[in-house]
Structures are given as structure tokens and as C-alpha cells.
């Protein structure tokens, strides 16, 4: 059961208990030529709880991305629900990668489903915000039970800025605008941290958007893919940091989950725990950098 | 096994054979003041089958909104691979209302989730386009496996024009971007039918909006949510028809899933077939004045 204590400060308090603003994903890729699926001698739940175990010292949540999971059908399910529940068990917040959102009563379905008590339940999910406020507003409700939101707004990939970067009449950008609007509604869930409940997605491949978004979501906590596999640097990951170093999580996910391929002695959970060790050092300099320069 | 045919096609084929354009969207309500969720004596999964199969001979198609599904955990996905499985016993189109949409390897994940032939594989999802071309290609290049595309483009949703309405410097609204980018992505794709395996999802509760969507794409079958409980009529749905009536495809849920709590008399399959009927005749005979006025 979780507690109705605010999502941002139980997030706060994990980052300062591990001393990491790193986060695991548990993307467990498709087998093709680049991502090699699940190891031999592993099975699907086997190996993702594996990675969680090893790298629950050194991150602070860890975010399991559904894609990966639905793509297996019933039994990728059951290895998120075994995921969900590793981590339950070592204290790991859990936020549910989904990217969903929906009309007003789709939406609470989806809250259920993933900020409910079932069986994919976690503490937090990120959120599509192009249907407007009532499509978010469902997630937002489950703030009073203390789960948090991640709203996208200015994502990691290539061609993110093809409608997110179109300006109105005013030189607005659609993201700015949408992280105006996360502001807003932040701003009635701000925790004992000075943080909210609801925070965004930022990717770590943009430093220029991070800092502008800092700017117009003081109090989010900004979720930041891209560190990584994806390309940015810890610095380039932390360029939405506010000054005191706080109310960034950043996210890594293959460079941790398939570690082992390139240490042939290692298994898969001693490799990602290396690596994740490897991620929290990178991430605490670039912080310790910022600090003294701020 | 879905053959490669043109996805536009076999809906177009199905539209024919049925003499219908309406589209039934499987979506079991949570339980709640307004939705009664299951009925009593039923699973869930033999609620949602009992009413596909008794609405089959009227509809095209078919709708799952996999929230109401993943709001129930593992039963609940379950019970949504048996709604396929009888579904593709009833030769019906499945579109999975999934408005997935991510960076570009985790599109291809949910485009196998979806689209591919595992558990959850349907004959199309709707797709959500905030993040760019990358997050919408994965899913494209199905197409070529005779599965089609739904690109989110307006919504039925009350708040749906917060985001979608907003106009860069030109005038041009974000959603009618978004459209003339679906033109462009479905020209490959046009059928014999001339309709495109790339579609829209363009809500009916807006029909001036419905009606330049169709200008701006002129191939492009367009699935209508919002008729029905949404409260918009057969015309308003029609708005976006092409002057021979085609190219329109028009979802209900909850008007036929739950007709039963109106006719007490009546089985839930019952109850749903009669008022899928109606809808049919009520769409085909707004379609017959719009051909005599076309």
C-alpha cells in the first residue's frame, strides 16, 4: 500500500537516501539485431527483477517502460506485475512509463490501472497531454493518495520538435505552453521539499530547452530520458537542476539493462550494478560542479 | 493470420458487406455511480464477447479501448485477448484504441504489441502524434502487414482545443498540422479503395472542425468518436463523410454496452444488438440525405 504522503517528498526523500537522482528503466528490448531481448538461460521476469535487485542501492526509483512489456501479451504483463512487486519489496518507487492519456473517463481508467491498488499499481506514470486538462486531470486526482504525475513536454527523440516546437502568434512554443500549464497545476500539490506531485518529462538531448523549462516549472520535478544509450551528457542530463541541485530524476535504461554485453565475466545484474554505480558517480560530480558554480 | 491486403480495403470491404460504417468500441466500464461496469452472472470477458457477437452482423468493426481492460490488471487483459480471438472467429476488424505513441524504439515495441501477431495483435491502433514523425513511423511500417494507423488528430473531448486549437503564426492550428502530416504520411498507403491505411481520429462533437479535416485529408479514413453517449448526432458524425458517403468510420461504446440498463427485459447482447441496429440505420439513413444533397 502506498502512503498519502506526497509523491514529490517520498521522491525527495529517495534521492537523498540513496544520494541518487539516478532511475532504473526496465526496458527489456525486443530481440533484433541492435537490443538482444532477455539472455539465455534467463526468463522475461527473471531478468528484468535481476536488474532491479542489483541496482536498487544506487538508484532512486526505477521506471518500467510498458511498451516493452505489452509487446510479450500476457506474459510480458505478468513480468511487469513481478517487476512492480521486486520493487515493492526493496522500496523502490515505481513509475509506470505510459505515456497515456485519453478523454475524461478513459483517463480514470487509466489512473486505475496504473496510480490504483491492482495489479499494475505503481506510484507514478507519465502522461500524453495533447487531448487538454481533462485528459490529465483523472491522473491528477490521484495526487490526494499519493501518486505523482509526469506530464510530457519536451521529449528526447529526433523529431520531438515537429509539433512541440511550433510557436503561436506570440513566439510561444506548444511545449512552453504546456509547461506553463504544468506549473499551474503543480502548484496545488507542492510538498514539505518544494516540490509537486507533478512534475515532466524533458529529455537530456535539448540542455537549452531543460534550463527555459526549469524557468517555467520551478517546482516540478523534471523527469530526464536521454542520459545514456540516448546520448547526453550528466551535465547535458542536470541542465534543468535547480540551483541547490535538486528536483531532477534522470532516467538510463539500456546502457544499464544490457551492461553484461559488454563484460562477458559479469552477470547481467552484476554488470547493470556496475554501470548504475558508474551513473550515480557521473551524476553526483556534474551535481557537486553545479553546486559550487551556482 | 491478417493477410497484407490494404488495411483501407478491408475496412472499405467490411463497411460494404455490413452496410454499415458504425464501429463498436468494447470498453467495460469501471464500476461506478454513472457505469455499471460488468453486469451481475457475467465475467468480464463474457460481457464484452456476448456483445460483439451480437452486434457483429452490424458493425465494421470493432473498438477496444484497452483502458477499461489494463484497469483490471492481468484479468483484465486476458479477458481483451479473448474480445480478439472472437472477434477474428466473426471475421470483425479489431482497432486497438491504445493512443500509444513514444521515442522511436519504444514505438516499434507498442507497434508489436499492437500490431504484430502476439497476444494483444489487432488489425490497427490509434496512435497519439505529440512526439513527431519518429514516434509515429513504427507503426506505419505495419502498414505493409495490411495493419492501419489512427493518428490522433482532433479529439471529442471537452478540453480537446487547449492544445489542438492553438495557432502558429500563420493561423494554422496545431491540429490542422497534424492533419496535413497525416495527408502526407498516408499518401503511400492509398488502397484500391482509394482510402488510405493511415487514418484520423477526428471527434464528432466538432463537425466545422470534421469538415476541414476531410479538406485536409482528402484519403484518409476518418474514425469518429463521440457519437452517442458523447452526444452528437448521425449527422455531426457524418461531417467529415467524402461526398459518396465513404471514407468515415463511426464509434459507440457505452450507448450499445450498456442499452441493456434500459430494456429490462433484454440480455446485455440483446439489448446491444438492437441498439446497434438503430445506430446503423440512423448512420445509413443520414448518409442516404447526405448523397441526395452531395
Given at each position: 500500500?502506498?502512503g498519502?504522503?506526497?509523491?514529490a517528498?517520498?521522491?525527495?526523500?529517495?534521492?537523498?537516501?540513496?544520494n541518487?537522482?539516478?532511475i532504473?528503466?526496465?526496458?527489456?528490448?525486443?530481440?533484433?539485431?541492435?537490443?538482444?531481448?532477455?539472455?539465455?538461460?534467463?526468463?522475461?521476469g527473471r531478468?528484468?527483477?535481476?536488474?532491479?535487485?542489483?541496482?536498487?542501492p544506487?538508484?532512486?526509483?526505477i521506471k518500467?517502460?510498458?511498451?516493452?512489456?505489452?509487446a510479450r501479451?500476457?506474459?510480458g504483463?505478468?513480468a511487469?506485475?513481478e517487476?512492480?512487486?521486486?520493487?515493492?519489496k526493496?522500496?523502490?518507487?515505481v513509475?509506470a512509463?505510459?505515456k497515456?492519456?485519453?478523454?475524461?473517463?478513459?483517463s480514470?481508467?487509466?489512473a486505475?490501472a496504473?496510480?490504483g491498488d491492482?495489479d499494475f499499481?505503481?506510484d507514478a506514470?507519465?502522461?500524453?497531454p495533447?487531448?487538454?486538462?481533462?485528459?490529465t486531470?483523472?491522473?491528477i486526482a490521484?495526487?490526494?493518495?499519493?501518486?505523482?504525475?509526469f506530464v510530457?513536454?519536451?521529449?528526447?527523440?529526433p523529431s520531438s520538435g515537429?509539433f512541440?516546437d511550433i510557436?503561436?502568434g506570440d513566439?510561444?512554443?506548444?511545449w512552453?505552453?504546456i509547461?506553463?500549464?504544468?506549473?499551474?497545476?503543480?502548484?496545488d500539490?507542492?510538498?514539505?521539499?518544494?516540490?509537486?506531485a507533478?512534475?515532466a518529462?524533458?529529455?537530456a538531448t535539448y540542455p537549452?530547452?531543460?534550463r527555459r523549462?526549469?524557468?517555467l516549472?520551478?517546482?516540478?520535478?523534471?523527469?530526464?530520458p536521454?542520459?545514456?544509450?540516448q546520448?547526453?551528457s550528466a551535465?547535458?542530463?542536470?541542465a534543468?537542476?535547480?540551483?541547490?541541485?535538486?528536483?531532477v530524476?534522470?532516467?538510463?535504461?539500456?546502457?544499464?539493462m544490457?551492461?553484461?554485453?559488454g563484460?562477458a565475466?559479469?552477470?547481467?545484474?552484476?554488470?547493470?550494478a556496475?554501470a548504475?554505480?558508474?551513473m550515480r558517480?557521473?551524476?553526483n560530480a556534474?551535481l557537486?560542479?553545479?553546486?559550487a558554480s551556482g
Amino acid at each position: 500500500m502506498i502512503g498519502a504522503m506526497n509523491f514529490a517528498d517520498r521522491l525527495a526523500d529517495a534521492v537523498r537516501a540513496k544520494n541518487s537522482c539516478a532511475i532504473l528503466g526496465v526496458d527489456p528490448q525486443l530481440d533484433s539485431a541492435k537490443a538482444k531481448g532477455v539472455p539465455e538461460r534467463y526468463t522475461l521476469g527473471r531478468f528484468c527483477c535481476e536488474i532491479v535487485e542489483a541496482c536498487a542501492p544506487y538508484v532512486c526509483a526505477i521506471k518500467p517502460q510498458l511498451a516493452f512489456y505489452e509487446a510479450r501479451g500476457i506474459d510480458g504483463m505478468r513480468a511487469f506485475v513481478e517487476v512492480i512487486r521486486t520493487a515493492r519489496k526493496l522500496g523502490l518507487i515505481v513509475i509506470a512509463d505510459a505515456k497515456r492519456g485519453d478523454i475524461g473517463s478513459t483517463s480514470a481508467a487509466y489512473a486505475e490501472a496504473f496510480l490504483g491498488d491492482g495489479d499494475f499499481g505503481c506510484d507514478a506514470i507519465t502522461v500524453n497531454p495533447y487531448q487538454g486538462a481533462d485528459s490529465t486531470m483523472p491522473f491528477i486526482a490521484k495526487v490526494a493518495s499519493g501518486r505523482g504525475v509526469f506530464v510530457l513536454v519536451r521529449t528526447s527523440n529526433p523529431s520531438s520538435g515537429e509539433f512541440q516546437d511550433i510557436a503561436d502568434g506570440d513566439g510561444v512554443a506548444m511545449w512552453e505552453r504546456i509547461a506553463a500549464r504544468v506549473h499551474g497545476w503543480g502548484s496545488d500539490y507542492i510538498g514539505e521539499s518544494g516540490l509537486s506531485a507533478i512534475g515532466a518529462v524533458v529529455g537530456a538531448t535539448y540542455p537549452n530547452h531543460a534550463r527555459r523549462a526549469r524557468v517555467l516549472m520551478r517546482n516540478a520535478i523534471i523527469l530526464v530520458p536521454g542520459y545514456g544509450a540516448q546520448g547526453a551528457s550528466a551535465a547535458d542530463a542536470l541542465a534543468s537542476a535547480r540551483t541547490d541541485g535538486g528536483g531532477v530524476i534522470v532516467n538510463a535504461s539500456r546502457s544499464l539493462m544490457y551492461a553484461y554485453r559488454g563484460a562477458a565475466e559479469k552477470s547481467a545484474g552484476e554488470a547493470a550494478a556496475i554501470a548504475a554505480r558508474a551513473m550515480r558517480d557521473d551524476l553526483n560530480a556534474a551535481l557537486a560542479k553545479l553546486r559550487a558554480s551556482g
